[in-house]
């Protein structure tokens, strides 16, 4: 079937559709934009196999992930990736898109997870690299190509990926800190004192919680603070968890890295506190007219370029706010206005761009490049490696078939 | 310097010289074989930087593997790969290889840890990819095609990669189990009772013990077994450890899963455990002539090879013996004579490999295919991808002046 249908097609992704945050993809890797054939792989969602021990799943590519996540915890895993769109989202499109989210900070990226891989190749070649084997250096890593390509060197059928086993105790602190330097010494804190436990660090500033309340009725558990920090941890003994996690907690508070903060262990509570950090992106949209950036910067100047584009943009913007995974140096930037404005994107961009560049930063932390961000790869990318992604897309894909009009700059 | 040097040149590689367990390259990848020209990197030993809050180090490719640890611990983190030849392999060789090693089970491939590189392209080029960034979905992650290369398709010459926090406590357990079945019940039970803390779990049969007591001396902290597990914990608070480690032990013993064990907590005791493990690959090279294999097999047939390859060469060979890291599915299978002898290299090859295709394994779990192992390839990579392999090469070193004869098998 695949290999009849693979005229100019667009890859599910996992940005294609989501309803939880009401986002029609960040960088529209996945929109048909001039004369594309859509290839859904909706019906190949089946399991082919997991492994009991090991927690290796092999599947089709057009699993939803949420639907794997609940046939992996029945069996006493988790999978190695959540994230906000895991309703609707492929386990197909996350491969294709080297999707982070929520459990990066622990698990790794999907580089590290992902064991093997089944593509079909531009001329209709099914490439099996699908072997459930933790280790095996029998030549080139040949389906790290397809991390994160975004459909455009081949298509995706079937996924083996390693899954952790599901952790016996949850747990989720949310924060208050009086500034972004105790943001900062909270998370070197808690990375030493919860060490392997840690899986989230997420942040948000003052004006986020200002939008979840306004637009969505959320209200803060915690006193008013310039910033907010939620902090999940995920540990085998719901004992020794509680201990560490107090013992943190104690330490933070004495030396005044938070002022105030409030504890989660029932799952009602836990999704309650991740709310307010998940539906942040869904409180921009009612917002208004919203400009998103997803950036990779050093830890410790993540929030530098929030407050540098706060006074650029003056009341030009009604909110320029600042959230994302901390714990991943990985920023998303949001600005808000009543309506499109070209004066406010020409301050917006290339600044920004030449901002992150400046801090060898990357102008796409995990969205990919899709159609709206394929001519800002430079910002992030040296020619030399710009060529080689040409060549390896003519090698591949050498009719243009897959995914046309994404991810590579057009040829000069 | 480095653009001057590319005649026809082999990559230092990890394997090339180990002095702690007398191996001269299982694979041959690193030796030269006909008209090579050696490249060192030996006086590339400098780390470029460190970031104390992330726990990433950006290093020149010869820093050797040992110093580097040590910079690290100074700072309290560690490397997140460790191996018996840390104190000679350089970083870039660990790379190329796609080292695998002792930590492979807590901190994964080097595919996941390995941030960025910088690599000198065959034309000379120099592609910068040396970004200090968790997250980077700036188009193809072209790193990922030189990690496990073996130098085949361009010449590491700096590394960027997360290293872990430095635990504070570690713990070794050394057990004695009646069976394989129980190393299995074991290691199921200790990925349930450990969780987070685990950080290796390697086996060793009856045989292993008895060569390394005959040879280097060293004696069984534990009654005769059929099998040996070591287990190693890493966490941050030494009391929840050794709490979860004291259930642990408590519960295999109850159940007759393991017959007699023994724990160590001090760095001295937790050497002399390692070392029962790690020093069987020198009373091996003792033994005679070592027919050598580095299988990835699904954990459950693990040790069957080894029984059947036993029954197989009956009084041919003089010990047949497994061990390996078992939490990663690899199994180290060494067949001892004593001389080498083409009758019995005749009942080990092909066999060895078909088994192991036939479950679906690979041929080459770590330590790559080099110049002896690129004709068995096939076993465990279909056509298809073998020729994208070629074509790879073809594109990054249309000359083949990279460690030529290696890795791919000589074209039709």
Same mark, same amino acid.
């Given at each position: 079937?695949?290999?009849?249908?693979?005229?100019?097609?667009?890859?599910?992704?996992?940005?294609?559709?989501?309803?939880?945050?009401?986002?029609?993809?960040?960088?529209?890797?996945?929109?048909?934009?001039?004369?594309?054939?859509?290839?859904?792989?909706?019906?190949?969602?089946?399991?082919?196999?997991?492994?009991?021990?090991?927690?290796?799943?092999?599947?089709?590519?057009?699993?939803?992930?949420?639907?794997?996540?609940?046939?992996?915890?029945?069996?006493?895993?988790?999978?190695?990736?959540?994230?906000?769109?895991?309703?609707?989202?492929?386990?197909?499109?996350?491969?294709?898109?080297?999707?982070?989210?929520?459990?990066?900070?622990?698990?790794?990226?999907?580089?590290?997870?992902?064991?093997?891989?089944?593509?079909?190749?531009?001329?209709?070649?099914?490439?099996?690299?699908?072997?459930?084997?933790?280790?095996?250096?029998?030549?080139?890593?040949?389906?790290?190509?397809?991390?994160?390509?975004?459909?455009?060197?081949?298509?995706?059928?079937?996924?083996?990926?390693?899954?952790?086993?599901?952790?016996?105790?949850?747990?989720?602190a949310f924060l208050g800190c009086p500034g972004f330097a105790e943001v900062l010494q909270t998370f070197s804190t808690c990375k030493?004192?919860?060490?392997?436990?840690?899986?989230?660090?997420?942040?948000?500033?003052?004006?986020?919680?200002?939008?979840?309340?306004?637009?969505?009725?959320?209200?803060?558990?915690?006193?008013?603070?310039?910033?907010?920090?939620?902090?999940?941890?995920?540990?085998?003994?719901?004992?020794?968890?509680?201990?560490? $996690?107090?013992?943190?907690?104690? +330490? /933070?508070?004495?030396? =005044?890295?938070?002022? !105030? #903060?409030? @504890?989660?262990?029932?799952?009602?509570?836990?999704?309650?506190?991740?709310?307010?950090?998940?539906?942040?992106?869904?409180?921009?949209?009612?917002?208004?007219?919203?400009?998103?950036?997803?950036?990779?910067?050093?830890?410790?100047?993540?929030?530098?370029?929030?407050?540098?584009?706060?006074?650029? $943009?003056?009341?030009?913007?009604? +909110? /320029?706010?600042?959230? =994302?995974?901390?714990? !991943? #140096?990985? @920023?998303?930037?949001?600005?808000?206005?009543?309506?499109?404005?070209?004066?406010?994107?020409?301050?917006?961009?290339?600044?920004?761009?030449?901002?992150?560049?400046?801090?060898?930063?990357?102008?796409?932390?995990?969205?990919?490049?899709?159609?709206?961000?394929?001519?800002?790869?430079?910002?992030?990318?040296?020619?030399?490696?710009?060529?080689?992604?040409?060549?390896?897309?003519?090698?591949?894909?050498?009719?243009?078939?897959?995914?046309?009009?994404?991810?590579?700059?057009?040829?000069?």
């Amino acid at each position: 079937m695949l290999q009849n249908c693979l005229g100019r097609y667009c890859h599910e992704r996992n940005l294609a559709v989501n309803p939880q945050g009401g986002n029609t993809g960040m960088v529209g890797g996945s929109v048909p934009v001039f004369d594309e054939i859509i290839l859904s792989t909706a019906l190949m969602n089946q399991v082919i196999s997991f492994h009991g021990v090991s927690g290796i799943l092999v599947c089709q590519a057009g699993c939803i992930l949420e639907e794997l996540s609940r046939y992996v915890e029945e069996r006493d895993f988790i999978m190695p990736l959540d994230l906000g769109a895991k309703g609707s989202c492929h386990i197909g499109g996350n491969v294709a898109t080297n999707a982070g989210g929520l459990r990066f900070l622990r698990y790794g990226s999907l580089h590290g997870t992902v064991l093997g891989l089944e593509v079909v190749l531009a001329d209709g070649t099914v490439l099996n690299c699908l072997t459930s084997l933790r280790k095996d250096n029998t030549g080139y890593d040949l389906k790290q190509l397809f991390i994160g390509s975004e459909g455009t060197l081949g298509v995706i059928t079937a996924v083996s990926i390693l899954c952790p086993p599901k952790p016996r105790a949850v747990n989720v602190a949310f924060l208050g800190c009086p500034g972004f330097a105790e943001v900062l010494q909270t998370f070197s804190t808690c990375k030493g004192m919860l060490g392997e436990i840690l899986s989230a660090f997420e942040f948000m500033d003052a004006e986020c919680m200002q939008l979840v309340g306004h637009h969505l009725g959320l209200i803060s558990p915690v006193q008013e603070s310039p910033f907010y920090v939620l902090i999940e941890t995920s540990g085998s003994r719901a004992g020794h968890d509680a201990e560490k $996690l107090s013992s943190f907690l104690e +330490h /933070v508070l004495d030396f =005044g890295l938070v002022t !105030d #903060g409030t @504890l989660a262990t029932d799952q009602r509570r836990v999704k309650m506190l991740w709310a307010l950090r998940e539906r942040i992106t869904e409180a921009l949209s009612r917002d208004g007219c919203v400009y998103k950036y997803d950036i990779s910067l050093p830890v410790e100047r993540l929030y530098d370029l929030v407050s540098d584009l706060r006074a650029r $943009l003056g009341p030009q913007a009604k +909110h /320029v706010v600042g959230y =994302g995974h901390l714990g !991943d #140096g990985n @920023l998303h930037l949001n600005v808000t206005a009543e309506a499109f404005s070209a004066s406010l994107l020409g301050a917006l961009e290339p600044y920004v761009y030449e901002w992150t560049a400046g801090q060898q930063g990357s102008v796409s932390a995990e969205h990919g490049l899709g159609f709206k961000k394929k001519d800002v790869l430079s910002y992030s990318k040296p020619p030399a490696a710009l060529q080689l992604m040409q060549q390896l897309k003519a090698l591949l894909d050498p009719k243009g078939i897959l995914n046309p009009y994404k991810t590579l700059p057009a040829r000069a």
